[in-house]
Structure formats: structure tokens, C-alpha cells
């Protein structure tokens, strides 16, 4: 059976249609299977379950799409209206969990004849009843349903107001010294020989690494950290109220203690347990590094007494460049975007066994770039590649379902929201691309599921990350990036050039993990302790974390994106990572073993979350994961 693609619209009319007549077709439906459920006493469990499931499809194609075009669509009202549709899926998901007859016509489900999968499905599912609320009286559960709708609104207005929150600075042309010549011909001066640099990432990333001038740099990158300040200060009050509310509602501790129930962590407690291993893990090697960054700015700056986030990323680039031969702006010249694109799609096809066709077919905006991802004569799912910014875009780089894959049912789709530039690529956006495509293919190979539940990236979350930081390995491999790079003259990356940058790479890595540290410190100590000044408390938290400190007096977290999304769990990037590195162990005959790509193809990215990432991990590696691997990385060994 062929399975058809999503049919996108083609003109403006058609969007506003897909932005409404789409959700409310899947949530009539879904209407109507609740219906049925509650209605019809004779279904078997094996039945209630594959209704179950009809119900998540509808669900999770309505919400994906309406996502995608909230987050991207270049018409502000399509994407106001589209928010609107996320927001009524949103509540009417989370008023199912609370809907007392749905729960009885499973709560007492007989197991008997249930195959494997049916009965995951069914644990699962009554997991999400009690963690609904549905146990509640009546006046608690109707206040889990206004919690849960507060949620959704306040963390889409969060969102919006940082895609929407673009900022634009102007410094005098001179204090572009030390910048690439294309990116100088790209900003001309104005009458008054001054030039505007934006907070989007084309501007930003090049500024923070090569601009010779501090104020510069201070100047980009504090406009960044106030990005959505003061739209989201309050908003992310009220959120972290919300859900310390519903936690407490639903009878857990804190919303760290209600996140991580369901993770490979399993409880609140362990999340500082873990950061404190990261610091332990760290502190010798950062203790090294901090006084050569410090060092290197004296020589710009020789009153400097503190390293900044401002400087981090051009020191790091300076020492690399002076100490271990690495030139940025060297590396940066063998990485024109279109080379970027198409490598990455051909080192990703030969190691999963795919094959990306480009397809003609009309998508939310003209840069988007479709392909058909093909085995053979089969088509496992098609992606959309939407790779550069414009006013009113999603401003960082992610992977967004479109739909999820369902064995005979539905084909897997999903789409890749980056902001790249159009010309050349630092090659820390080559590792960027390399980690958002793998939740792609992740996405798309695990989009073969019976059931929705299970489909795609649906994985606990602490492990979600690891196929992407997984992946990311093969952008530091001589023979992968010389298959697609490269200069002005046709030439490929030197192997000995990447080879000094994986040695220059393992200097500043651990000041990179307390950065990381920082982050994770903010996400769960915000959600738990929930301070009265979250300026105050945030600048304390980043400062205590890293000897590289932030920039004073700013308002970081109201733009900290992943504030909604991950909640109080942001260590899961970390989490992630110590698994990927042990993961990447299975690859000992090299990254493009044949074997080894079809073992980890098969365990673990086509399982989806048809098992415990546990399980998944053990099934690859023949062993328990282990941490081992991530201290030898860390210590640059």
C-alpha cells in the first residue's frame, strides 16, 4: 500500500484553510472515537486500544502541522491562527486525561490476549490517566483542566515572543575589524559609517566569533540576551506558578518531580544528583582552561579581570587558531551552504541505507526544500528542509513532526526549522545541521510503528537527544567532511587541517559542559525554587556554574526557548550526550561501517519507542550504557 504525503496548499488561501479546517476535521474525529468508546460496553481492549490509537493519530497530526505553520509560515495571521488551533489540541488532550468515562472504559481493561505491544500501549496510556488527573474530584479535576490550558497559552506566548522578538543594534564600521570579508560586503556602512547587525543567527554567531572588538561582541550578544525582555518576564512567572500548582495538584513535590517520572532519570533528586557529577566530571580540566581564556584577553584587554560569554567563543577561536593552527575563517571557506545540504544528505543516505529524492510540491514558504526519503522502491516518509531566517520564523534550529508515522497508515513526516546562512558555514553550524538532521531521520525511520504512541522520536525524553549528538561525530571526521567540502577553488578540507581541529576541539570542552551546566542549572532550579527575581537568580545560577560569567544586569531566560519544552529538565542534553558518546563505541570499525550503521539503524532508530531506551542502548551496545566513555571525551582523551 502506498501511503500518500501531506497535500500542502499552494496559494494564500489554501494556508488559512489548512491553518483551520484540518485541525477541526481531526478533532471532530476525535470527538467521535471518544464517543464510541464511552458508548460501546461489547469493545474488546485490543479494540478500545486500537481506538485509542486512531484518536493519538488525529491528535498528533492536527497538533504537528498547526506547529509547523505557528512556527513558520511567513503570514503573521496564518501563524495567529494556526496558535490558536495548537492551543485547542493542547486542551483537548490534556481533557481527555480527565474525562472519567474514557478512563473507566480502560481502568479495568482485561490484559488477556494482549501481544506485546498492546500492552505497553495500554500501561502507557493508563500512566497518563493518573498523571492527567483523572483520579481527582471533580472541582480538582476541572482545575488540572485551567492549569493545563494556562500552560499551553502562557508557554505559546512565550515562544511567540521570542520568535517575534528580533533585535537590531548598530555599531560603527570599525568595530566590524576582524570579521570575514564576505560578511563586511554583506553589512555596509551607512551615511553616518556605522552598520546594523541583527540577533538572528547569520549575525549573531560570526560576531561572537571573530569580531576583534569587545564592545562589539558585548553589544550583539547582550541584545541577544534580552531577546523577548520584558514581553516574557511576566509570562514566565505565571508558568512556573502554574505548573508548581498542577504538580502539587496532581501529587508530586515540584514539576521536576512530575517531568522526570516518566524519564530515564526517574525522579527530581537525581537531576541535581547528575549536575553534580557533571561538575565533578569537569572541574579539573575547566580548572585548566579557564586561565589560558583569561590569559589570551589580557592581551586585548590587559586590566581584564573576568572572562564573559561575550568573549568566549572568540577567545576559544583565538587560542585555536594560535595554539593549535585552527583559523575559523580558514575552516569556514571549504563550507558553502549548498555543499553543506547536499553532503549531509548523501553521508546520512549511505549510512542509514536511504536515498533522499527532491520533490516538486508546494510547501509554507519557497525556501523550503522537500525530498521523498526512499529504500529502494519503498518510501519511508518525506522531510522539509526550511534552512534560513526571515521575519516571524522559528530563530534557532529544530526538528518539527509533520506526521507521524503509522505502519500502513500514515507516512512519517517531519521538518527541519534552522536559520544558516546562504553563503559560507562555520563549521560549528555544519555540527548543528548534522545534530538537527538526525532527529530527522530518527523521525522518519522510527515512523513505522503500529502504533502513533510509540512513532517517530516518541523515546523518553533524557535519551532524545542522543541519535542527534550522536551524529554530530561524523562532522569531525576527515573522510566525511572531505566527501562534501569544498574552497573557492574546488578543493576539499585538508585531513591534517581536521585533524587539528579535533585536537584544538577538545580544548574548552569542559567550560563548553559548565555553559551546558548553567543552562540546566536555570531550567531546574527556576521550575523548583521558583524565585522571587528571576533576573537576580538566573545571573547567580550562570555565575556559579561557569567561571566564564554573564553578562550583568540582562534577562537571559526570557528568551531561553527550551523554558517551555524541556521545563525543569534541560540536564537531558547532558544525560543525552553521556549515552551518545558510548553509543558512538559501537562504531569501532569506523562511522561508516556498514554493520554497524545497519545494527544501530534496526535497535535503535527504527524501534522508535516501541522500547525503553534502555533497552535500546543494551540491544546496540551488547551492554548497559555507561559513563565511562563520556569522562575519557571530557578529560580529551
Known amino acids: 500500500m502506498t501511503l500518500a504525503p501531506l497535500p500542502f496548499p499552494s496559494d494564500a488561501a489554501g494556508w488559512a484553510a489548512f491553518a483551520t479546517e484540518r485541525p477541526a476535521e481531526r478533532i471532530a474525529r476525535v470527538h467521535e472515537i471518544d464517543a464510541r468508546l464511552t458508548s460501546d460496553a461489547e469493545l474488546t481492549t485490543a479494540a ?5 490509537n486512531d484518536a493519538d493519530i488525529a491528535l498528533a497530526e492536527a497538533l504537528s502541522e498547526a506547529y509547523v505553520v505557528s512556527e513558520a ?8 491562527t494556526a496558535e490558536s488551533q495548537v492551543q485547542a489540541v493542547e486542551s483537548l488532550s490534556a481533557g481527555r486525561l480527565l474525562n472519567r468515562d474514557l478512563w473507566n472504559s480502560f481502568a479495568d481493561a482485561s490484559t488477556d490476549g494482549l501481544d506485546e505491544d498492546q500492552a505497553r500501549l495500554l500501561t502507557h496510556l493508563l500512566r497518563d490517566f493518573r498523571r492527567g488527573g483523572v ?36 555599531v560603527p564600521a570599525e568595530g566590524l575589524a576582524g570579521m570575514p570579508q564576505d560578511f563586511i560586503d554583506a ?51 505565571e508558568l512556573l506558578d502554574v505548573r508548581a500548582e498542577r504538580a502539587r495538584l496532581l501529587g508530586y513535590p515540584d514539576w521536576a518531580d512530575y517531568e522526570t517520572e516518566t524519564r530515564m532519570i526517574g525522579s527530581g533528586a537525581e537531576i541535581p544528583a547528575f549536575l553534580s557529577r557533571l561538575d565533578d566530571a569537569s572541574r579539573a580540566a575547566t580548572d585548566a582552561e579557564y586561565p589560558i581564556l583569561l590569559e589570551r584577553l589580557r592581551r586585548d584587554i590587559p586590566a581584564a579581570d573576568v572572562v564573559s560569554i ?63 526519503v526512499m529504500r529502494g522502491a519503498d518510501r519511508l516518509g518525506r522531510i522539509h528542509l526550511d534552512l534560513h531566517p526571515r521575519e516571524g520564523k522559528f530563530s534557532h534550529a529544530a526538528c518539527f513532526p509533520l506526521a507521524p508515522g503509522v505502519s500502513g497508515r500514515v507516512l512519517a513526516e517531519a521538518a527541519l526549522l534552522c536559520n544558516f546562512s546562504r553563503g559560507l558555514l562555520e563549521h560549528d553550524e555544519v555540527v548543528t545541521f548534522f545534530h538537527e538532521f538526525g532527529h530527522l531521520v530518527h523521525d522518519i525511520l522510527g515512523g513505522r510503528q503500529r502504533f502513533a504512541r510509540f512513532s517517530g522520536v516518541a523515546t523518553e525524553w533524557d535519551f532524545v537527544e542522543a541519535p542527534s549528538q550522536l551524529l554530530e561525530e561524523w562532522a569531525w571526521d576527515a573522510e566525511v567532511l572531505a566527501s562534501f567540502s569544498a574552497n573557492a577553488d574546488g578543493e576539499p578540507i585538508p ?40 533576573q537576580a537568580e538566573t545571573e547567580r545560577l550562570y555565575a556559579a556554574s561557569s567561571p ?90
Open 48 to 52: 478500545r486500544l486500537d481506538l485509542w
Open 73 to 80: 509560515h511567513p503570514d503573521a495571521e496564518v501563524r495567529e
Open 135 to 170: 483520579e481527582l474530584d471533580e472541582a480538582d479535576r476541572e482545575r488540572a483542566r485551567q492549569l493545563a490550558d494556562r500552560d499551553t497559552e502562557l508557554s505559546l506566548a512565550f515562544s511567540r515572543n521570542i520568535r517575534d522578538g528580533r533585535r537590531e543594534i548598530t
Open 187 to 237: 553589512h555596509p556602512a551607512d551615511a553616518q559609517g556605522r552598520v546594523t547587525l541583527s540577533t538572528d543567527y547569520p549575525d549573531l554567531m560570526p560576531v561572537r566569533d571573530y569580531a576583534h572588538d569587545r564592545a562589539t561582541r558585548v553589544a550583539l550578544v547582550s541584545a541577544y540576551n534580552d531577546l523577548a525582555w520584558p514581553e516574557n518576564d511576566a509570562i514566565l512567572a
Open 310 to 372: 561575550a568573549d568566549f567563543w572568540y577567545l576559544l577561536g583565538a587560542i585555536k587558531r594560535e595554539q593549535y593552527d585552527v583559523d575559523a575563517q580558514l575552516v569556514r571557506s571549504y563550507f558553502p551552504f549548498e555543499r553543506v545540504v547536499a553532503g549531509v544528505l548523501d553521508v546520512t543516505g549511505r549510512l542509514l541505507d536511504v536515498e533522499y529524492v527532491p520533490v516538486d510540491v508546494p510547501a509554507w514558504h519557497s525556501d523550503v526544500q522537500s525530498f521523498d
Open 495 to 534: 585531513a591534517d587541517l581536521v585533524e587539528r581541529m579535533r585536537t584544538a576541539d577538545a580544548f574548552g570542552r569542559a567550560l563548553e559542559v559548565r555553559r551546558q551546566l548553567g543552562h540546566a542549572n536555570v531550567s531546574y532550579h527556576l521550575h523548583v525554587d521558583r524565585p522571587a527575581d528571576l
Open 548 to 637: 566564564v560569567q554573564p553578562l550583568s544586569g540582562l534577562h537571559s531566560y526570557a528568551g531561553f526557548g527550551h523554558l517551555t519544552g524541556y521545563g525543569a529538565c534541560y540536564y537531558t542534553y547532558q544525560w543525552s550526550l553521556v549515552i551518545a558518546r558510548d553509543l558512538l563505541s559501537g562504531f569501532g570499525a569506523g562511522l561508516m561501517d556498514p554493520e554497524a550503521a545497519r545494527r544501530y539503524r534496526t535497535e535503535v532508530l527504527e524501534r522508535g519507542g516501541s522500547r525503553d531506551a534502555r533497552d535500546l542502548v543494551e540491544a546496540f551496545l551488547g551492554r548497559p550504557s555507561s559513563f565511562d566513555a563520556y569522562r575519557e571525551w571530557l578529560a580529551g582523551e
